[in-house]
């Protein structure tokens, strides 16, 4: 497992998610476990996983953002996020990296995020 706290320099924009691969839906749920302590909401359904890469060799990549460059734990929040996934059969090796490019927006959470949270 590796995880980068500081932000990517010059990541790319949303890359698309590798949805077809066997393990991708374990994936997220593992990523839905991992919850922001200031937001009653999971970090998948806040919309902070921007791509959930994971190649042939059951390697996964997933690039997330936080909801502020200033969040107080935006040091461990890519180790919680690696330590959820980790533990999936068949995964190989987790590397979470953080990017602030996009910008997060409340635009990117789920309709059940904005419920939870009263935005709708």
Known sequence: ????????????????????HPLYEQVVEACRTVYDPEIPVNI???GLIYTIDITPENEVR????????????????????ADAVEP?????????????????GMDMMSDEARLELGFM
């Open 88 to 104: 999936i059969a068949g995964v190989k090796q987790v590397d979470v990296d953080l990017t602030w490019e996009p910008p997060w």
């Open 44 to 46: 998948y359904e806040l």
């Open 62 to 81: 997933i690039i997330m953002s936080l909801t502020a460059p200033g969040c107080p734990v935006a040091g461990e929040m890519p180790g919680w996020v």
């Open 1 to 20: 497992m590796t995880h980068s706290p500081e932000p990517l320099e010059g990541a790319p924009l949303i890359a698309p998610s590798s949805t077809d």
